[in-house]
C-alpha cells in the first residue's frame, strides 16, 4: 500500500509539472502580437492537396484558391488522388487543378506528400501550402500568407475555422475546440517566440525547410505532428498567422468524432515514442522549442494518467462507502459542465461563431472536452495503425468559396 501511495504521489508530481508548464506558457497570451506588415506579393506558392475519394467538396478548394486576391502567376494548385474510387481525380482536373498521381502503395496522406514534394521540390516554387480536400480559403489567405514569408517565417500555420458550425452539434464544437486552442496555445505561442501546434490542414513551409529535412519523410498517421517535431528538431519555428484563415468541413456525428480523434491521440503517442529522445539528439540550435514539442508529445501520455487516477480515486471512495468523496467528484462535475457552458459561450463569440443556432453546440461542449481524457487511455493501451477516410458531404459552397463546382459527366 505504501508503494502504491508513493507511485500515485510521484504520479501526480509529474502532471503538475505539465499543468504549471502549459498555463505559465498560456499567460502570454495577454501580451500584443506583432502582426506581420501587409507586403507586395512576391511568394510563389504551390498549394498541395492529398485527396481520397473528395469528389464531392473538391471543386470548393480549388476554386477558392484559383479566385485568391494574388497574382495567377504567383500561385497553382496540385491535388494529389490516392486510394480514389471515385471520380476526385476528374472532379479536380475540370474545376482547374494540376493533376500529381502516386507510383507504388499509399498508406497514408503522409506517403502522398512525399511523392508529391518530391516533385514539386524540383519546380522554382518559394513556399508549398498544404490543405485537406473539405476546405476552402478566404480570399486573401495567400496574401497573408505572403506577408509572413516576406517577413522571415519558414513554417506558418493558419487560423482554422469550422465551415459548418450550425449543421450540428458536433460540428460546432470542433470550431469552438479550435478557438480555444488559438488563445490557449498558438497566441501565446506567438508572443513568447515558440512554436504554433501544426496540424494536417492550414499550413505553409519554404522550400529551404524541405531541402534542409531532405524532403517529406513522415512514417506515423500522425504526419503533421511528425513534421512539426522534425521541425522542432532542426531548429525551424511554426508561426502563427491568425489573419489567414481557411474552415474546415467538420464532422457532425459524434461516434465518427471519436473515431478521428481517437487517430489523432494514437498518432501524437506514436510520433512521441518515435521522436521524443531523437529531438535532444546532438545540437540542434533552439532548444526552447524542442522542451515545448517534448511536452505536446508527452501531453496525451499525461491526459491518460490523468484519467486513471481520477478514475482510481472515484473507485476508492466508492470501495470504501466514503459518501463525501462521491459527493464532492458529483458537485466537481455539475460545476464543470456550468464552467464548460459558459466557456463554450465566450469561444463562440470570440470565434465570429455567434451565439445563433450554438445552443446545442454551447449544452455538448463539456461532453466534446471531456471524452478527450477517454480517447487518451485507450489510445494508450490501442494503438490506431490505419488510417481510415471520413466520407464528406460538401457544403454547397462556403464563406470563402460561394459556389460548388459541378463536372460535366461526372456524378
Known sequence: MECMDTLFFILSLCLKVFTVYFAAVALFALRRRKQYPRTAPKTRFAVVVAARNEEAVIGDLVYSVLNQDYPPELRDVYVVPNNCTDFTEAAAAASGAGIIRCLGKVAGKGDALHQAFAQLLRKDYDAFVV????????????SRMNDAFAAGAMVCKSRTKAANPTAGCVAGCYGLYNTCFDLIWNRPRAACGLSAKLIGTGFAVHRSVLEALGGWNTSTIAEDAEFAAQCAGAGYRVSWVPEAVNYDEEPTDFLLSLRQRKRWCS???????????????GSAPEPMLRWDMTMFLLAPFAQAVSALLMVCGLASGAAT???????????????????????AAVLALLGGYGLRGMAGTIVLFPVFMASWMPLQVISLFRDTKNWKAIAHQGRGGSAASGRLVSVPGVR
Open 321 to 343: 462507502g466514503d459518501l463525501a468523496v462521491l459527493a464532492l467528484s458529483l458537485c466537481g462535475v455539475g460545476l464543470y459542465a456550468l464552467c464548460g457552458m459558459a466557456l
Open 267 to 281: 498518432g501524437i503517442m506514436q510520433v512521441a515514442k518515435q521522436k521524443t529522445v531523437r529531438l535532444w539528439q
Open 131 to 142: 490543405f485537406d480536400a473539405d476546405n476552402t480559403l478566404a480570399p486573401d489567405y495567400l
